[in-house]
């Protein structure tokens, strides 16, 4: 049936038929030095999305192009993406430029997904910053740029919107400069054609390249500059841009001493040379462009290729798996007929098709199928070797942050080789090696800062909303879900109003529950003052069987064990008695306790329960038990009191000198601790400031007013704080929503 099938198909389309597998075949098969991963990352607004539609475009992925005011992009593709025209679920796509393969992670730029961000630079070798050219370096922008700086990302600056009047590439580069600290090297100018339309002076080549609007951008045109004032303005910017190269790397600087002269560094040279100082993060290479009227796209791609490093060139911590597969799991996505997806970066190896991974915490996973992504379509393969992006189905208790291996054996001897390869070998052979610290994961997921409740339109409906907060949670770890055993509700715990709206909105298009939330409140947290120690004795009988507890029990301030035991000698011979069963369930009792403190029913931290006897009397229930000891701490908990802890932001925040003061004035009144103030560039200083949460509603707006637009801020989580006797009754307050 088979053969006869392809016999009735033609001698062309057999032979087109086989050039698409062989090109596939190339194409999958390509060494991963053609392979670029990158990150695109910006403020909100500045053209991210704009940009990576352009690119797919261009790369012929897509036939048509997107518009993120039409709704129909392809990497907004969540439905309130879409309506909001903001990119909240960073997705990937990859497509073909120029014999390399582009996997492209397009962020969110929102502050309550930074932990977004965050997963998927692990993913990534290099980033692309887009500005908007009207706006320069703003406050998302310091933000994502601080990231990248912590995972030694090598980056290339977009100076996008050049179209705009309003446009200023001079103030853009300058920003780097001094609102980033970095070396900013501008590889093209802005200029203008005939008729008024912005085309691109290219520096080392000492072209000017046009793009033809008719075709929607897809070509462009290059001329050799006439000899005019022009070509000299640019000479000399090639000239400064060979000098400053040469500062920082000795090809260069060789040739440019032996021949005394600039006149003779070929094009190749000062493009080695760049590659060189950006992959080693000295510099930043600036092109500029407008996504939305289609130029400069191309010419990004390849500085892509041409600037940002291979996977081989980075990551090299991980050559201690040597064939064995080593994988991180930046995002998990839920896709309505595929179930959960979980994009994994390879660092090392090759995952196959019904492969068996294990996860960090040692679970086995089987991969069903592979895919390889383009935003919300996926294409079927077999096999993606090691410096690629994959999408796993199949995966099951893998969560965002996981490294992924293919044996516990492998990962061990990887441990072990890294180990001696750092020489720290260890002689004992049981010590727990710590693969998070070695291999980076980071688990560190932000508190939550802000909490409200949810509730199903129904009762019947409450399984599957919980259902669907499971999924929730697992793509994203910043949301937290708990129950409140007093008002009965479930409760959301995030990092904002957006991140909340947006989780609503999720559960409604995805899961078709129409969710209600409530008024979002600040997290706080509780701690007790001081030890207190009480014995709680209940005794009651149910359902003919008589249930008898006394329990002895202590909270004290501690920041380590939740639980721990008083090894008296008075009480030891008591507690020697309990069987193990009883004491974990006179834990889990009392621990749940800790779960709503008596002030504003916030986490109870900071705090030890110590068990100092127990009588348990024969017969009694296990739930009998858990009650009375969670009843035990309540009690404790309530006649000791508690003392609040709110949330505080650092913030970040950069405005020329002379504005400086009226921030400093405006921060005081929010309960502001300064922590520094320093110089930043020429012009510019940096305040480094704790405020809490609770004063900070609307701050960015408020320091764009004091500021008339001129500072930009970040602003991220910084731990929980006490707070005075005033300030604690007014939170209460708030809370009871009495103020
Ligand atoms: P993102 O938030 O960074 O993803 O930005 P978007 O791509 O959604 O763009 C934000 C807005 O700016 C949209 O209305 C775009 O149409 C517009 N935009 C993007 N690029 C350009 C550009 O090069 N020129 C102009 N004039 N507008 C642009
Ligand atoms: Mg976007």
Known sequence: MKML??????????????????????????????????GILAHIDAGKTTTTERMLFYSGKTRSLGEVHRGNTVTDYLTQERERGITICSSAVTFPWSGNRINLLDTPGHID??????????AVDGVVVVLDGTAGVEAQTVTVWTQADKHKLPRLAFVNKMDRPDADFDKCVNDLRTKLETQPVCIQYPSKNQDGLLTINDVITLEQLTWQPKDLGRSYSKTKLEPSDDLRQLQEKRNELIDQLSGLDDELADVVISTES?????????????????????????????????????????AVNAYLPAPEERNQIYDCFGNEVAGKVFKIVHDKQRGPLTLVRILRGEIKRGMRLICSRGQAEVVSKLYE?????????????????????????????????????????????????????????????????????????????????????????????????????????????????VTGQTVLGGMGELHMDIIKSRILSEYKIDVDLGPLQIAYKETI????????????????????????????????????????????????????RTLQVIRKGSVSALERGPRVGGQVVDTQIRLHNAIIGRGTADSFVMATAAQCVQKLLSTSGTRLLEPIMALQIVAPSERISGIMADLSRRRALINDVLPKGERNKMILVNAPLAELSGYSSALRT??????????????????????????ERRVQGLE
């Open 529 to 580: 003052e001081s030890p207190s120690l009480t014995t709680l004795s209940v005794e009651k009988e149910i359902a003919g069987s008589k249930q008898n507890v006394s329990l002895t029990l202590e909270v004290v301030k501690d920041q380590g064990e939740l639980f721990s035991l008083d090894k008296s000698p008075e009480n030891l011979s008591n507690l020697n008695t309990l069987r193990p």
């Open 113 to 122: 997904f930074t932990m977004e961000v965050e997963q998927s630079l692990y």
């Open 262 to 302: 600039f006149d003779n560094v070929s094009n190749a040279l000062i493009e080695r040379a760049l590659r060189r100082a950006t992959c080693q993060q000295k510099v930043v290479p600036v092109l500029l462009g407008s996504a939305y009227k289609n130029v400069g796209i191309q010419r990004l791609m390849d």
């Open 373 to 485: 992504p383009l935003a919300d379509e996926y294409r079927e393969v077999g096999a993606v070797q090691s410096g690629d992006v994959v999408i796993c189905a199949g995966l099951k208790s893998t969560v965002t942050g996981d490294l992924l291996t293919s044996s516990q054996t492998a990962l061990r001897n990887a441990q072990k080789r890294l180990k001696q390869s750092q020489g720290t070998v260890s002689t004992d052979e049981d010590e727990e090696l710590d693969t998070d610290e070695l291999f980076g994961i980071d688990r560190q997921i932000p508190d939550a800062v802000y909490f409200c409740s949810i509730e199903p339109p129904s009762v019947s409906s409450q399984t599957a909303m919980e259902q669907a907060l499971r999924q929730l949670q697992r793509e994203d770890p910043s949301l937290r879900v708990s129950y409140d055993s």
């Open 5 to 38: 099938k392809y016999a009735l198909l033609s001698g062309e389309m057999q032979r087109n038929r086989l050039l698409r597998q062989l090109s596939a075949h190339i194409f999958r098969r390509s060494y991963s030095s053609n392979i670029r991963n990158i």
């Open 706 to 731: 004091i500021s008339s637009g001129t500072a930009s801020m970040t602003m991220q989580p910084s731990g929980f704080s006490g707070m005075n006797a005033v300030d604690e009754s007014l939170a």
